[in-house]
């Protein structure tokens, strides 16, 4: 795919995730896609393979949140093999915290397929508001 079709690609997934759905992004997921969570908090760290990616970070967030995980997407940049996504959450946790986070997304493509995320965030709030230890 071109950059064009990666930057669309993103768009439609990320159109999902506003509402709740992350099907589209799961299933976008190459076998041996990584997520890395920038920073220094509990959250931190790169997640390998799409099953540790689901299974260590996706659902132990889930987990926290009240009702679905909301992202909202406000940019789209793309490059290449690369598309830039600026985002904010819409979210509560379950405690009743708001989870209202910034988000730069860089993520990298390759034949349609997500390879990688690394995602960048106010860590602050992570820390705050998703407090418990994840890994």
């Given at each position: 795919m071109d950059a064009a079709g990666n930057k669309q690609l993103m768009k439609n997934i990320f159109s999902e995730l506003a509402q709740g759905n992350a099907r589209p992004l799961?299933?976008?997921m190459a076998d041996d896609f990584?997520?890395?969570?920038?920073?220094s908090n509990q959250w931190s760290g790169?997640?390998?393979g799409k099953k540790a990616v689901l299974e260590e970070l996706l659902a132990p967030l889930r987990d926290r949140i009240n009702g679905t995980i909301k992202t909202i997407p406000h940019r789209f940049i793309a490059e290449?093999?690369?598309?830039?996504?600026e985002?904010?959450?819409?979210?509560?946790t379950k405690s009743?915290?708001?989870y209202n986070n910034a988000y730069c997304f860089v993520?990298?493509?390759?034949?349609?397929?997500?390879?990688?995320?690394t995602e960048y965030m106010d860590t602050e709030l992570v820390s705050s508001a998703l407090a418990e230890r994840v890994h």
């Open positions: 799961v299933e976008a990584s997520w890395t969570v920038t920073g790169t997640y390998r290449g093999d690369f598309v830039v996504v985002a904010r959450g819409s979210n509560t009743g915290l708001p993520v990298q493509l390759l034949d349609g397929r997500l390879q990688a995320i």
